[in-house]
């Protein structure tokens, strides 16, 4: 009878039950699309990051992220190779090779970062081949007699104002100290979304870049790829344990000690975003105590009643509280339909900044949403919770009636 | 016949700072069962503040209400609620039936807080319902019938769980003459032949003239105990 006359009551003022859940589904839906927009968008982002470039966990010597350079280097030798084949959870492990250098075509010169990778891996595991805007993607096969090609990222290309086919000479150091130099042929450009990291790239075949670098069979990074980026602290401790026992100069971090500086700032950005779930638990909140509380005050002569013919309280703050609760579970089912509906686009088309944006070294044009878990059930706990919390105020007040005083007569 | 309910010395004062206003003084009476009993008196007379005390409603200043052989003073509001479900039913003055209930959920909810099984509750609510001369509108709400019609439920909702004395205040206030007439017959025939106990609380020359006793207040106080 309870759950009966709770459900009848919201049918009984219309328009009230309606502006109560009106503000419950406003509430629901700014809240699973800023969910949407902070942990999918940044989910997005994180994919994004780790696919095109840092993959998720990394090997390098045990000095390097701390002090990168040309010396801190390591030999991809077979023992570690057969442990990071054995793990199951590691689908793609690319070696790369980076340093510094100064590139010029014809008198344009400046700055730039030497990255040298495996063609062929590189483009099974990350989307680097899809990003090449104009020319062609690095040939697999390394030819030592034939001249060296690179590719080239959106800015360096922009700076130098090198087209496919330009010549580009590259001024470094090699390791064993003399002066590295060398022609080169720009075989391709990358788009400009595949710069949200380094602007200054120059990629090259990893052999030309250990040739040219003088770093015989080493290299610098050990790039690997997971199914999915949550498992990365879990591989990464596999691999350290299994590791420790076969090179002690070695050091495996997960993506978000690579990119400390960006982990910190979306960590920090999210939870700046609990703010604003704070004001729609506010909306929600006053919403339905509003409403909840004219409800009562109308229905005064009602609950006087049913106390009078031999309710107890506690019957009257449930039926109360039943009725936000269904309300509230209406509501959310409304909300979550709306939400899928909000989200779509963000998720399509996202939305664009202004300017790019940069969070902690990242560089972000635009975030999209996505359709993570959170984004619903999170709106749904806050929503429910909020409407019963806050109704059982004016519950408590109306199981307290006095009979005689809201019945008037009698 | 036994005595129902029994009214010793009761005392009803009222302060509003300073000014003292003894609404009900010293009111003793006994209603024994079966009885058809009004009380009359005009307005503020404290017929309505008696009905109050003498259903816990509210409390009495001094004096004791024995209901069904139990002081009701001493009870604590928990029990005190009990009690009335079981004991006492309501017949008000606007009918206050719950708007969202069906007539029949509206007769069967207190013997819902009862225990009682639905499918006695059912028999029950049938039962009653031809005695009142509501057969057929069990699945209608109450704002789909006539002020009359929403009395009778009114009654049969007081009747339904058997209680000791029906306490009725003013019921005939918000009818025609036609349906009060009608309606008090119907309370009448349920006090024949059912012998069902009732006190009214009223000012209309219509109860008093059926009721087999008429008490009369006057200033809180008992004017007159007259039984036909």
């Known amino acids: ?410 | 016949m036994n005595s129902v309910i029994e009214l010793q010395k009761m005392n009803k004062i009222y302060k509003t700072g300073e000014i003292e206003v003894h609404a009900v003084n010293d009111v003793s009476f006994t209603i024994e069962r079966g009885e058809f009993t009004a009380i009359a008196g005009p307005s503020g007379s404290g017929k309505t503040t008696l009905l109050n005390m003498m259903s816990g409603l509210e409390s009495s200043t001094s004096g004791s209400v024995i209901l069904a052989g139990q002081s009701i003073a001493k009870m604590s509001a928990s029990d005190l609620s009990d009690f009335r479900r079981d004991h006492i039913g309501f017949i008000f003055q606007s009918y206050n039936l719950i708007p969202v209930l069906s007539v029949q959920e509206n007769i069967e909810y207190i013997m819902l807080l009862q225990g009682i099984p639905k499918e006695e509750r059912r028999q029950r609510v049938s039962k009653i319902l031809s005695e009142v001369g509501l057969s057929g509108v069990e699945k209608r709400f109450p704002p789909q019938l006539s002020g009359g019609q929403q009395q009778r439920v009114a009654v049969a909702r007081a009747i339904v769980s058997h209680p000791d004395i029906i306490l009725a205040d003013e019921p005939t206030a918000n009818l025609d003459s036609k349906s009060g007439s009608d309606l008090l017959d119907m309370m009448k025939e349920l006090n024949t032949n059912r012998g069902v106990t009732f006190l009214f609380s009223t000012h209309d020359s219509m109860i008093m003239e059926r009721a087999t006793r008429l008490i009369t207040l006057h200033d809180g106080a008992v004017a007159s105990d007259v039984t036909k």
């Open chain 1, 1 to 410: 009878m309870l759950w009966k006359m709770a459900f009848r009551n919201i049918f009984r003022q219309k328009r009230r039950s309606l502006f109560t859940a009106l503000s419950m589904i406003i509430g629901f839906v700014m809240l699973s699309v800023t969910m949407a927009l902070s942990e999918g968008g940044y989910g997005n982002i994180i994919k994004m990051f780790t696919k095109d470039h840092t993959g998720h966990v990394q090997i390098h010597h045990k000095e390097y992220l701390e002090r990168p350079g040309l010396y801190r280097s390591l030999v991809y030798t077979k023992k570690i190779e057969k442990i990071i084949t054995e793990n199951r959870e590691i689908k793609h492990a690319v070696p790369r090779v980076f340093s510094g250098g100064l590139a010029f075509i014809d008198e344009k010169t400046t700055g730039a970062r030497i990255v040298g990778i495996q063609p062929a891996q590189e483009a099974k595991a990350t989307t680097i081949l899809n990003k090449v805007e104009k020319g062609e993607y690095l040939s697999d096969h390394w030819n030592p007699d034939k001249k060296a090609e690179v590719l080239l990222s959106h800015g360096m290309a922009s700076i130098l104002k090198a087209k496919v086919g330009s010549e580009l000479v590259l001024i470094s150091q090699g390791a064993d100290g003399s002066i590295a130099n060398d022609l080169f042929t720009v075989t391709g450009i990358f788009a400009k979304d595949f710069d949200t990291m380094d602007r200054m790239n120059i990629y090259m075949h990893i052999n030309k870049a250990q040739e040219f670098l003088v770093l015989n069979n080493k290299i610098h990074e050990i790039a690997l790829f997971l199914d999915d980026y949550l498992d990365s602290t879990k591989v990464a401790k596999q691999l350290k344990k299994n590791l420790a026992g076969v090179e002690s100069t070695l050091a495996v971090d997960t993506w978000m000690d690579v990119e400390q500086t960006f982990y910190r700032s979306m960590e920090a950005d999210k939870s700046g975003s609990w703010i604003m779930n704070l004001i729609i638990i506010l909306i929600v909140g006053i919403g339905v105590l509003n409403t909840v509380l004219m409800v009562i005050l109308e229905r005064t002569r009602e609950y006087g009643i049913l106390l009078a013919l031999g309710s107890r309280p506690y019957m009257l703050i449930g039926m109360i509280v039943v009725e936000t609760f269904i309300l509230s579970i209406i509501s959310s089912i409304i909300g979550a339909l709306l939400s899928l509906l909000a989200i779509w686009p963000l998720k399509v088309y996202g939305i664009t900044y202004p300017e790019p944006v940069s969070i902690g070294g990242i560089t972000i044009e635009s975030i999209n949403g996505a359709y993570v878990p959170i984004a619903f059930w999170m709106p749904i706990v806050v929503v429910i919770s909020t409407a019963v919390i806050v109704s059982l105020i004016p519950a408590f007040k109306a199981a307290h009636t006095d009979p005689v005083k809201a019945m008037r007569t009698f």
